[in-house]
């Protein structure tokens, strides 16, 4: 495969590795990170790639994994916890961006509460639009797993919110 062929079939697809890999490590700088990885590690093995079926889904699956392991490894070595961090950030802002930004961190708490399978496709379907079925090829699932794991995932995140606001 050559450069231009390389570019043609893969270098659309930098707005979903970027927008997975958020989802995935929350961190812009993570994620420009690995935008680069995925294609350095595509353009390594670029001669065993026309062999691939689906660009869209095989790309899925290698930044899901790599961001994956930047998150684990993150999380890992974090030494600061990200309360403090937003603590000292939001009291730079007005009442209502700390009202949204305490919402997105509850959200983002009841969502890492979830087992991790649960937690994926809700990240997957609700934070980068995919599809069920593009889901289910993602995470090699049937159609049928994926939207039961998003019904209780929902379900869960109901649950935990009525019972955080008491509605």
């Known amino acids: ?3 231009n062929e390389f570019k043609s079939r893969f270098l659309p697809f930098s707005g979903l590795i970027y927008r997975i890999s958020f989802v995935v490590t929350g961190d812009r700088e993570d994620s420009e990170d690995i935008v680069q990885e995925v294609y350095e590690k595509l353009w390594k ?3 065993t790639l026309s062999a691939v079926q689906n660009d869209e889904a095989y790309i899925i699956s290698v930044t ?3 961001a994956l392991d930047r998150y684990r490894y993150n ?5 600061v916890s990200v309360t403090s961090v937003t603590d000292l950030t939001e009291e730079e802002f007005d009442e209502k961006k700390n009202e949204q930004k305490e919402m997105l961190r509850s959200i983002e708490n009841v969502l890492c509460t979830l087992p991790q399978s649960q937690q994926m496709v809700v990240r997957l379907r609700h934070f980068t639009d995919l599809s069920v079925p593009q889901i289910a090829e993602t995470m ?3 159609q049928a797993n994926v939207r039961q794991l998003l019904s209780r995932a929902r379900r869960t995140i109901k649950e935990k919110f009525e019972k955080l606001y008491e509605y």
């Open 45 to 47: 093995i670029r001669e």
């Open 75 to 79: 999380t890992r070595r974090q030494t």
């Open 1 to 3: 495969m050559d450069g």
């Open 64 to 66: 899901r994994n790599m």
């Open 140 to 142: 090699k699932l049937t």
